[in-house]
């Protein structure tokens, strides 16, 4: 991937784990969240060949456990804290 749309994918991750952290759009950071994990596990497992846990810990479990989570509070409406 180019390096201009890895500092972009970044910073959408930034900005969606803060949304959810602080309970503004919750939701929308969530969904920002699925979207970058279903990403993560399409590269990883097609284009990579890497293994749910990879030798060296480069798996991609913690991708499954973010997707996870990030299921849980949209399915929850972000949860009893949030603001928006």
Do not use: C, R
């Not at 479990?61 to 949860?79: C, K, P, S």
């Amino acid at each position: 991937m180019s390096p201009s749309i890895t500092v972009v994918i970044g910073v959408i991750e930034i900005i969606a784990a803060i949304m959810i952290a602080f309970g503004v759009f919750a939701q929308i950071g969530a969904l920002l969240i699925i979207f970058t994990m279903l990403g993560a596990i399409k590269m990883k497992l097609i284009d990579w060949n890497t293994g749910f846990y990879a030798e060296k810990g480069f798996g991609w479990h913690y991708d499954v456990i973010f997707l996870a989570a990030a299921l849980v509070i949209l399915a929850t409406n972000g949860g009893a804290y949030i603001i928006i």
